[in-house]
T-cell receptor
Framework: DGGITQSPKYLFRKEGQNVTLSCEQNLNHDAMYWYRQDPGQGLRLIYYSQIVNDFQKGDIAEGYSVSREKKESFPLTVTSAQKNPTAFYLC?????????????FGSGTRLTVV | AQSVTQLDSQVPVFEEAPVELRCNYSSSVSVYLFWYVQYPNQGLQLLLKYLSGSTLVKGINGFEAEFNKSQTSFHLRKPSVHISDTAEYFCAVTPGYSSASKIIFGSGTRLSIRP
């Protein structure tokens, strides 16, 4: 079955470390998105990519970086510049850069700073 | 720009009772509307969507929503809830007929079902 795979499910980061969250899709979708979810704050857009080798900042991009070298993959790096990275991170994709059909979501990665 | 307001952050109901989760949106253009459900520690799953046509939209798990353009609302309803409906529900909006757009999500409503 087609879908989005996020890994790992749980991730622990030490202060000052960079960590990378994986997101892979086999839906042949053009667009991919990264969201951060904190309790009571809904979903906040970090970065999105509408086509390979291109991506744009979302509402809270500071302290994060992404790449889109392949259509299937959109990894998110949480850098040491992100001062409060503990959160639930969700990756999503859509057929194209219009949102008519909605997004398909992965099952998320929970990142905790230790 | 579009925005979404979910009026209730938490809604407690008894099992087999009806429920309505409220959603209002703001937009100067026509919109597409969505409801998503999120079970604990999981991603979001599409419940239903309104693109055009009939204002009453039926989704999965017995949920339905009604688009009301004059009230700018898209409330989610279920006539009889089950324990398994315990989850967080997100209303979302995107501008219709746009060449490039993103979905804007509300802050979520946590539905808790009491036996």
């Amino acid at each position: 079955d087609g879908g989005i795979t996020q890994s790992p499910k749980y991730l622990f980061r030490k202060e000052g470390q960079n960590v990378t969250l994986s997101c892979e899709q086999n839906l042949n979708h053009d667009a991919m998105y990264w969201y951060r979810q904190d309790p009571g704050q809904g979903l906040r857009l970090i970065y999105y990519s509408q086509i390979v080798n291109d991506f744009q900042k979302g509402d809270i991009a500071e302290g994060y970086s992404v790449s889109r070298e392949k259509k299937e993959s959109f990894p998110l790096t949480v850098t040491s510049a992100q001062k409060n990275p503990t959160a639930f991170y969700l990756c999503a994709s859509s057929i194209d850069n219009r949102a008519n059909y909605g997004y398909t979501f992965g099952s998320g990665t929970r990142l905790t700073v230790v | 720009a579009q925005s979404v307001t979910q009026l209730d952050s938490q809604v407690p109901v008894f099992e087999e009772a009806p429920v309505e989760l409220r959603c209002n949106y703001s937009s100067s253009v026509s919109v597409y509307l969505f409801w998503y459900v999120q079970y604990p520690n999981q991603g979001l799953q599409l419940l239903l969507k309104y693109l055009s046509g009939s204002t009453l939209v039926k989704g999965i798990n017995g949920f339905e929503a009604e688009f009301n353009k004059s009230q700018t609302s898209f409330h989610l309803r279920k006539p009889s809830v089950h324990i398994s409906d315990t989850a967080e529900y997100f209303c979302a909006v995107t501008p219709g007929y746009s060449s490039a757009s993103k979905i804007i999500f509300g802050s979520g409503t946590r539905l808790s079902i009491r036996p």
